[in-house]
């Protein structure tokens, strides 16, 4: 009965811890400028079905992706035992459902070797971050906390299935030994192997058993309230960023409404006036994002597949569309712990553009897309780039100067170029 208490006591605090940290995710999303990402329903839903539950992008790579999906398939079906868990620890019960018979030692089978899939993907992917040392796994923008973040999911993933398959290797002896309340029940095909390393002292089967069964609840207690601090929140929030996606192509670049009213009055004055002015044009700090654009910032997984791809990054210059993100995050998770501790967002002097993301980076970029195009859940660091690109320019009227002659040539010449259009074929004539 203590067991009992206490498991359910680990349970709700868990529930609740998350549920706290989760609301505190969601508001800081909300806080971004409205965008309506509810239209086509059914096209939304096969982005989803695609991207997030197929990994259609993952697979450009196929090495990677094939050790990423027996993470993912065996860390999504494993967790399905949970509810057995749950249910054994909250009425001091063992194995409940293993009235199911056959389709029971089926469904353990499964869950086994998906297990070993995880633990054996787990100990690659930590050997390529950590020994191989792949560029993209060992940039700037990862050192100290998203190394140590990566490595701790690694760790503890590793942990947890292998706490999996020896509480099912002392369970297996247990039934094999008669023990009271070990009846027989499942099939083992990895946890087998481990047998011959336990004990044949039924009492210290019994321990080890019930020591890995409590070291993985807790661990998967632990590892549901370190989402929320995680680059793996993406666990959860892949889905809904997939479904909420940017269904236009990639290439256009939505008008500011305001600016649109204005130049259509100027072109026809009998037009109404514009209905109100825009409080700033572009993007100075998070809260000029949309909560589309802050639920990608969350929702990046660090992998660095669009840096990876980033001419710019390629050629040495110091733009990385994954730090665009994760300085994203950065900062409205300080404004986040600005209006926890004074009610409403009080100014620190701080904004996005120049405390986080620097004027050099905002300006390397090509605007090609490679980093939407590969991003495998969908995330846009170009729409935060150009929003600061244009708040620099209409705001501060700031941008280098080849930006600044290119502007002024459009003025005057109605091209980038330098020449009038009367001169523009004179090349012609060479």
Request: with cysteine.
């Amino acid at each position: 009965m203590i067991g009992q208490i206490l498991f359910g006591v680990l349970l709700i605090a868990s529930l609740i811890l998350f549920f706290i940290n989760a609301k505190k995710i969601y508001r800081n999303i909300k806080l971004g400028k409205s965008v309506n990402r509810f239209d086509r329903p059914s096209e939304r839903l096969k982005m989803m079905l695609l991207v997030a539950f197929g990994q259609k992008k993952m697979f450009k790579r196929p090495i990677p992706a094939l050790l990423h999906l027996f993470v993912y398939v065996g860390f999504c079906i494993i967790n399905i035992e949970m509810l057995e868990i749950v249910i054994d620890g909250l009425f001091g019960t063992h194995r409940v459902f293993s009235f199911m018979g056959g389709f029971y030692n089926f469904l353990i089978y499964a869950f086994e070797l998906l297990a070993f899939s995880v633990l054996l993907g787990c100990v690659i992917f930590f050997i390529r971050r950590n020994f191989l040392k792949l560029k993209r796994l060992n940039q700037a923008e990862l050192n100290n906390w998203p190394k140590t973040d990566a490595n701790l999911i690694l760790t503890a993933e590793i942990l947890l299935m292998a706490a999996f398959l020896f509480m099912n290797a002392a369970d297996q002896k247990l039934q094999a030994l008669g023990a009271e309340h070990y009846h027989t029940a499942g099939a083992f095909p990895v946890s087998s192997y481990l047998v011959n390393l336990l004990p044949d002292e039924v009492s210290s089967l019994i321990l080890i058993e019930r020591f890995c069964w409590w070291f993985h609840i807790i661990g998967v207690f632990a590892f549901l309230n370190y989402l929320p601090i995680s680059k793996h929140l993406h666990i959860l929030l892949a889905f809904p960023n997939t479904y909420f996606t940017r269904l236009e192509p990639k290439g256009k670049f939505d008008n500011m409404p305001s600016v649109t009213e204005e130049v259509k009055v100027m072109l026809d004055p009998s037009l109404p006036p514009p209905t109100g002015e825009a409080s700033r044009f572009g993007v100075k700090d998070a809260l000029d994002l949309t909560w589309k654009n802050l639920l990608d910032a969350y929702t990046c997984t660090e992998c660095g597949r669009c840096t990876s791809s980033c001419p710019a990054n390629i050629t040495g210059k110091l733009l990385s569309p994954r730090k665009i993100m994760m300085d994203t995050r950065d900062r409205i998770e300080e404004i986040g712990k600005n209006i926890d501790k004074n009610g409403s967002f009080q100014d620190d002097g701080k904004a996005l553009l120049d405390n986080y993301i620097t004027r050099e980076e905002i300006w390397a970029c090509t605007s090609c897309n490679a980093c939407v195009e590969q991003c495998p859940v969908n995330i846009n660091p170009l729409v935060i780039i150009m929003g600061l690109r244009q708040y620099a320019v209409m705001e501060e009227s700031q941008a280098p100067s080849s930006v600044n002659n290119m502007l002024s040539n459009l003025e005057n010449n109605g091209a980038p170029w330098k020449y009038s259009q009367a001169d523009r074929a004179n090349w012609t004539n060479q």
